[in-house]
């Protein structure tokens, strides 16, 4: 698969077949985000990655009750060096690289941004010196939702100046 269909096939995955997901095609996945460029080279990222059914459970109530987390195969917690400038740039990079390495696997992701942080902290036995992010579902996909809209390239970019809508 070209990284262009990648892109166009990736959608929000929020129903998954319960299943394991073998630990090379996880190892195969990380090590994409490992890849994914940063601010002065400082991946100033981690990600705690959660695949035991239990856990997986137990994130649910904590990701304001979002159940498909349950059935994911894997939650990725991004954590983050709150005192390094391009943490978050860094952080999303990294996930997105993985997210499109993942729908070439034939994989489903879904970012997730809804959870009680001070509850996932203590979940994943954060430090204090660390936040998170953002977070990541993995997993079976357990159906093909159709892609959402987007703005209008003219909404988008501007051409030389802000808001110079057309192309000379
Ligand atoms: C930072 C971020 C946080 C998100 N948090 C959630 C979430 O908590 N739960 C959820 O179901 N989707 C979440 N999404 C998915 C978006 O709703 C989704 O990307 C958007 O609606 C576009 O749909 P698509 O991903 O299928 O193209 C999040 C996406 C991003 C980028």
Redesign the pocket.
Known sequence: MEVKEAIKAR??I?RYKRKELPLEVLDRLLEMARAAPSGANRQAWELVVITDRLRLKGLVPICKE?AFIGDCSAFLVGVEDPHQKWAKVDLAIALDHLSLAATEEGLGS?????FDPSRLAEYIGLPPDRTIT?CMALGYPDEA?A??GRKKPEELFSWDRYGVRERE
């Open positions: 959608r929000s929020r979002q879904c970012w997730i941004g809804a953002v939702p892609p959402r």
